[in-house]
């Protein structure tokens, strides 16, 4: 899983209904004092997850141990400095190695052709945990998170978000390109409003936009660098850092060219967002995005929700790529 571009609609659509349904049946089981269910109970019994992260991590870290744990497998951290990797062995020698040894790679890395090349000389899956271009897992997360909030007319196939609108607000990055993907193909709508300079890079644009092809209704992508013009009538507001992991030393002229981007009550209230807008950031946060009266707004902000989320998206695709051998059922 490199992208959500590797999913058709009916097969992001039932990890996301499936990271939702596990989540309650879990939940439940854990209520009253059970073990986790069928299927997921020794779901990876002797299987060992190599979870090869060159960033720093918080929630796919814990979220993807969390998962492998649930289901009776073993994840085995191996942080930049743990294993010889861009020091003394190439990123081909190490897949073949850990590969012939694990039964998946989760793998968190710079360029996003680091990921691919590990998943081109492995012999088992390899699930993308944040690439310069894209975050999958998080996706799924952010789906299942708008899924259980805004639903309209949810079944058993489908996620019931046709139509609804989201406002992206801030710098055009990974978390954005896999989130318009999935949007484009489940018929949300997304405008994005980001800086001169900060806007989806042509190729990306063709990505996304090459994620409608075989839809009925697929979701429209807007482009702009007014944040007002993209807030008009969205449902979900959301935002990223300004300064992704790797862009640090651009901090002070990201931070001046993003001004006028922090998501507050006046700026969706100006846009015209819709009277319910709610709000969502794939974290961490800090302020300048966003500040603490949406952030913490209990009524507005999903940010909690979707962040817990990130352990049912990790459970539902481990569940498909290793435990079901790519089979999304
Ligand atoms: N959202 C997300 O991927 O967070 P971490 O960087 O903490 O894993
Ligand atoms: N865009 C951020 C996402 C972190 C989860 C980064 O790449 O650092």
């Known amino acids: 899983l490199m992208s959500i571009s590797d999913l058709t609609p009916a097969e992001f659509t039932r990890l996301v209904l499936n990271a939702s349904s596990h989540k309650k049946a ?9 073990t986790p269910p069928k299927p997921l109970h020794g779901a990876m019994t002797g299987k060992t997850v190599a979870m090869m992260f060159s960033k ?15 289901m009776g497998g073993h994840p085995m951290f191996l942080g930049k400095d743990d294993i010889q990797l861009g020091v003394n062995e190439s990123l081909h020698d190490t897949s073949v190695v850990i590969s012939s040894m694990t039964s998946c790679m989760v793998a968190r890395v710079g360029p996003h052709s ?19 271009d894209f975050h999958p897992l998080q996706t799924i997360a952010d789906f299942q998170t708008i899924h259980e909030s805004l639903s309209s007319t949810p079944t058993s196939s489908s996620l019931g978000l ?3 609108k989201i406002a992206w607000v801030g710098d055009s990055n990974n978390v954005l390109f896999d989130l318009a993907i999935a ?15 900060y806007g989806i890079p042509p190729a990306m644009r063709q990505t ?114 290793v435990v079901n051998k790519g089979k999304i059922l």
């Open 183 to 197: 949007s484009v193909k489940m018929g949300v709508h997304i405008a994005v409003a980001s800086p001169t300079g």
């Open 208 to 321: 996304i936009l090459a994620a409608a092809e075989g839809v009925a209704n697929p979701g429209k992508l807007t482009e702009t660098t007014v944040p007002e013009e993209a807030i008009k009538d969205a449902d979900i507001l959301v935002t990223d850092t300004w300064v992704s992991m790797g862009q640090e030393e651009e901090a002070k002229k990201r931070l001046a060219a993003f001004k006028g981007y922090q998501i507050t009550h006046e700026l969706a209230e100006r846009g015209g967002a819709k009277p319910n807008w709610k709000f969502m950031h794939c974290l961490p946060r800090h302020p300048e995005e966003v500040d603490d009266a949406v952030f913490y707004d209990e009524s507005r902000s999903l940010v909690f929700p979707e962040a817990e989320n990130r352990l049912w998206a990790a459970v539902s695709a481990l569940e498909a790529f």
């Open 162 to 164: 046709e139509g609804l």
């Open 56 to 70: 720093r991590s918080t929630r796919t870290r814990v979220s993807t141990e969390a998962a492998v744990q649930l």
């Open 114 to 132: 680091d990921v691919t090349g590990l998943a081109a000389s492995s012999s088992v899956p390899v699930i993308n945990a944040l690439s310069s």
């Open 26 to 34: 879990v939940k439940d089981a854990f209520a009253a004092g059970q």
